[in-house]
């Protein structure tokens, strides 16, 4: 297929662009570089005959129009977003600019373009999303494709807003779609903001491990080759209409996590004396910090044969692996807005 990418100079878009290539596939993909895209994050694929780029923003509904018509794409994977929460707490008109402006932007020009081709009948339009749109869980229960949206957080209420517009353009226009929700990814390329990169880089400067709260919070942990590998399975197999939670099956607290890293790297790079788990500090808790999410993963599992390859302890000695091979693409993100401060105080 040649499918365009939206985001995938991202964290797990550029996951998606490094698979899709590897397994056959033409990519187009679409970013506007924002503070968290690196084009370096496929670099790998950047010579390859099967990959262009263009840099546009989904809000630019001029350039999506060009260059669908330029491409001519079979199918649409969209990943662009502004995604960390905290920022979402600090800012959170750029999360309705590009998560809700940018999704109907985006669902307009694809429905103009599957239009003017005919209505081809194999064109997909996949949105993928977060199982944060679903609130947040008590110590038992879990995710369902079912399960009331409920967010909480201005990050999850514009990712919920998506979602709702992707089924409407489905039942309004009868656009082709495909939806997934997935619980929280962490890999190589990781945007030192979010908590397993900024664990390793705080650990190997040094610096304290913040864990918000009492670090009880409890996710489940997507490896994200897993979540690209289930992406495209999507993609190419999944029912239209039909939505697909995706979960790794590796359900940790963050202090448990937070101490499986340290306990890595004490094996992988150890201090002069003591341990990396004597840095962890507890800081002010996040506002509105969901305290459960998890994933049922079973619709996915039998009617698409998919479930996740690597557990959490696989998946994180491969990070930090990943992390301290590759200094020179951690140091050149330092500088970027944001990164080793606190955001999201409220």
Known sequence: MKILVTGGAGFIGSAVVRHAIATGHSIVNVDALTYAACLDNVKSVADNENYVFYHASICDRAAMDRILIETQPDAIMHLAAESHVDRSIDGPGAF????????????????????GQGKPENFRF?????DEV????????????????????????????????????????????????????????????????????????????PIYGNGANVRDWL???????????????????????????NERTNLELVKTLCAILDKKRPKASGSYAEQITYVTDRPGHDARYAIDPTRIRTELG???????????EKTVQWYLDNEDWWRALQNRDGVGARLGNG
């Open 134 to 209: 679903y609130g947040s869980l008590g110590p038992t229960g879990m995710f369902t494709e079912d399960t009331p949206y409920d967010p909480r957080s201005p990050y999850s209420a514009s990712k919920a807003a998506s979602d709702h517009l992707v089924r409407a353009w489905a039942e309004t226009y009868g656009l082709p779609v495909l939806l997934t929700n997935c619980s929280n990814n962490y890999g190589p390329y990781h945007f030192p903001e979010k908590l397993v990169p900024v664990v390793i880089l705080n650990a190997l400067a040094g610096k304290p491990l």
């Open 223 to 249: 490896y994200v080759e897993d979540h690209a590998n289930a992406l495209l399975t999507v993609l190419t197999k999944g029912k239209l209409g039909r939505s697909y939670n995706i979960g790794g099956e």
């Open 306 to 316: 998919w479930r996740p390859s690597v557990t959490v302890e696989e998946g994180l």
């Open 96 to 115: 309705v600019e590009t998560n809700i402006t940018g999704t109907y932007t985006l669902l307009e020009a694809a429905r103009t373009y599957w239009t």
């Open 126 to 130: 996949h949105h993928i999303s977060t």
